[in-house]
DNA sequence: GTGAAAGCGCTAACAC
DNA sequence: GTGTTAGCGCTTTCAC
């Protein structure tokens, strides 16, 4: 375990106890060229002994790199975009990048301070895993020194590399199995905020429409964030509304998770008295009692794809086509189920 | 929005163009000493202009500062965890600290690669949110030349701030709310992972003792995880040992949630076979159906303190003893319910 | 109140 | 193969 003195030794120091420059200690440990193997040993042997590790500041002031990625997301984020930002975080690791976090709020303020620190970082790339509202945001983003990947989300107007899943097939998925089970009075749960929440309400009303079943507005509604909170209050709001509901695809899983939870304060239970369907595919979901009928994002691949396509862009690779859009799969649990015959309210 | 030049400007430029000397410039940024008023306003106008920010390498080199403090979690962390960080993330900014994460898995190189990490990064602090198991990890950070502070855990042996619940009061609150339903047939899941696993266990144990209800080891079970999956596996184990039990104390929310769901899969449900109570509060445990009674951790309070402890101490305060160990809070929802005359199974 | 100059720790030419 | 030198962008004495 050698002296072990806490990080205290430069690459000066280590030079002058191996008899040597500092560029030869720095070649050795950079192996960027051939250093006599004797030399070499010493150097080694000093560094261990001393506990020297390079200055990561100094290393990339000179570099001009830092070797490090940033990654902005809510800062409410989710169960799903946790285990999305682990995901990126492992990989990132793997090709040599350290991970910075931008949690930001939902607020202009928030913005614009997450762009200045943004700035001062001097990052290698950006990840965006949370679609901020403020166009100035896209325009630094489109004119960055350093490479971009959206990730759940895709930004007209720009050509950024955008992985996230096809929402209208997910979608239109969700409802389909709900029709498929016989429903035909089909609630919707979804959001205002982020695009998808409207893609997902398009999926819904296609799928709808695709069948033959008319939309009915009032089986609509649309909450202002995704949390469970908004989803027991929009089933809520949905139960008033006296559709004759039998079914109610909510756009996330947490809504669903908040949908559920209104049913069960009213008496009323999925799947026997409504189904619910939701999309994402927490670790939790399948936890629940009932466990939810969901539509799953490939998060593993979509975490990876992203880090992959921000690395190889680092590295200057030209952005090669990937296919950066992803498929869902549905994944029928508990929640839903067929309607009994004669059962449809109407 | 002004030229916009991209992060390009340099302190130089910026002092070129107002006509001063790059130190007036810093010093107009930093606030340091007096600078002529008109000078000033040139200055703030000419760095607006230029979108120019201070390069953090160049930065930190000559302060020998980063700024930055250091927080090590599971890389599995759960929402739990995922509350705690976000908290200590946000004060750390109020007081001017960027954040970097450790993600650390629960194997031995994991830890070593990420004491690598951790020295080479120049932290100006440690926040370790994960306890973990390599002696020399604790070592290092004994005799780290950056502050340390644990949270959510305590370790034998040094001196380290530690900010935590009080472990066996909180269980022995658990234990109790079961007993005071007229429960005398209890269950208890928890974890041979970490230390509290065992505190909450020993809180379990000298709650019934108290109520002079003898300790049964066949309805006490340990899992290797504290994950859903491991308490719905537990919560099988235990029902197939028939111990007619009427409750069960999961050692954490998670852990609950899967026992909740074990009985699902065997048609029983909470409260009405069997009531659960878990500890940490989760976010998602009040939308559950039916809704987790559980002891609160006082996340933000706890998140709090870790941030201002930990800047305290980088500032160079002397480590006041503040009063570390937090209390918790009973929070009775629906999974627990008192125990019907006559049905103790007995 | 402001400028000049030194230097933080490192790497990359460029000599040798 | 290895040493010398310059310089990354910033802050901070020290002059003025």
Partial sequence: MGLGVIGVASIIEVAK???????????????????????????????????????????SMVLKRNFTVGVVLPETFNMFQRQLFSTIERFLEAFGYRTLFFFVKWEPESESKCLRRLKSEKLDGIIMIHEVTDPEFYEYLAAAPAPVVLCTFDREGYDFPAVHVNEDAASQAATRHLIGLGHRNIGLISGSQFTFGAQRAAGYRSALEAAGIPVDEERIILVPTYSPEEGRA??????????????????????????????????LNAPGDISIIGIDDLDISAYLSPGLTTVRQPILEMGRMTAEVISGLIAGEDFQHHPLVFGHRLIVRESSRALASGSNGD
Avoid at 35 to 47: F, G, S, T
Avoid at 235 to 264: P, S
């Fill in 17 to 59: 106890l191996a008899g040597v420059s500092p560029s030869t200690v720095s070649r050795v440990i950079n192996e960027k060229s051939y250093v006599k193997q004797e030399i070499r040993d010493k150097v080694m042997a000093l560094v261990q002994e001393t506990g020297y590790v390079p200055d990561n500041a100094a290393r």
């Fill in 234 to 267: 929009g089933m809520h709001e949905l139960l008033a509304r006296g559709r004759n509901l039998t079914a109610v695809f909510a756009a996330t899983d947490e809504l669903a998770i908040g949908a559920i939870r209104a049913l069960y304060e009213v008496g």
